[in-house]
DNA sequence: GCGGCTCCTGTAGCCGACTAACCAATAGCC
DNA sequence: GGCTATTGGTTAGTCGGCTACAGGAGCCGC
């Protein structure tokens, strides 16, 4: 990227310039959230919803608490989310009897349905996402954007229950 | 239709393992923003904001349309955010007298005096966003982060003026 | 038993992002 | 001139994400 456009004033403060990493970030976030919107849009849902039941493919029934702590997010996001993927008709609620705090959300038919569908869309998103890179370098990114998660406060994987 | 019903049986079809890129990008993104967030608190401003006073910063007055295309943000983006910053009292909005449809966002002096201070936030961004990573693993990164973004549709920078 | 503490869910309200639709002003064509 | 197309800004509505807070259920200590 060679724009060299010389700055007035105050001098050089480009964004590009100041944080490149920090810039890039959200960008590539935004353009890759649009692309998978597009893609996930011929099943009904929007991105991050697809997260959510990918959670429930493969373990069900879970707490909206459960879910938050899997997709890292706070606990309104999750409740939110299981909101209107029940308005949907992908996902029902029900209280657990034994301990009337949680509730259990899990799978109905039509949410089942959609896992083939939604597989193979997150196959052709990260096969657009990646491209044409080698595998050293898709080993060399994951590496790498490891390393700036752990840096901006995000922990490692979290392996279920404790 | 699908025909991977045989796999659904065991599950392990791990998010992590369908698409690492793809799951790897929000997670970093939404960690990263959360970071800019606590660190923008202080001057009163939210994630996406200091970017458009920074392309302010370098060039102005701009209209909504300039803005939107220089942070490749739809338009009623940037509008939204030009009226909270103008709310907020950092930015001032004028018809253009020689094509009247175009508006023209200006900086208020409060909006100047955050210059520096959000200079200073985003070089400790930067710093904490990259971590330790030797200079030659950040340029890696960023060229990673390009070939990603150009795969996902995102186009190059985009020089200013038409 | 009863008051307090903690945990879990849900609500309210904010911001950034998008799409779809609207409207005013300009530009272009006849 | 006038009629149409295009451009630019804005509005309305939706979603994901957050913080702050409310309310109910369990788990104590007493």
Same mark, same amino acid.
């Given at each position: ?26 960008? $590539? ?5 649009t692309?998978? +919107?597009?893609? =996930? !849009? ?7 919803? #697809? /997260? ?9 029934p ?5 879910l ?14 299981v ?18 705090? $949680? ?7 039509? +949410?089942r349905? =959609? !896992? ?7 196959? #052709? /998103? ?22 700036i ?14």
């Open positions: 990227m060679g724009t060299l456009e010389q700055e007035h004033a105050h001098g050089a403060s480009s964004v590009a310039a100041v944080g490149p990493v920090s810039a890039l970030i959200p960008a $590539v976030a935004r353009a890759h959230r692309l998978a +919107g597009t893609l =996930l !849009r011929e099943v009904g849902l929007y991105p991050g919803q #697809e /997260l959510l039941l990918m959670q429930l493919w493969e373990h069900e879970r707490s909206p608490g459960e938050a702590r899997a997709l890292r997010v706070e606990p309104p996001t999750a409740v939110k989310a909101s209107r993927l029940e308005d949907a008709g992908f996902v029902q609620r029900e209280r657990s009897t034994d301990d009337r705090r $949680v509730v259990l959300v899990s799978l109905t038919a039509s +949410g349905a =959609l !896992r083939a569908r939604v597989e193979q869309i997150w196959a #052709e /998103l990260e096969r657009r996402t990646v491209g044409d890179l080698s595998q050293a370098d898709r080993a060399r990114l994951i590496e790498l954007l490891g390393s998660s752990r840096n901006v406060g995000d922990v490692g994987p979290d392996p279920c229950g404790p």
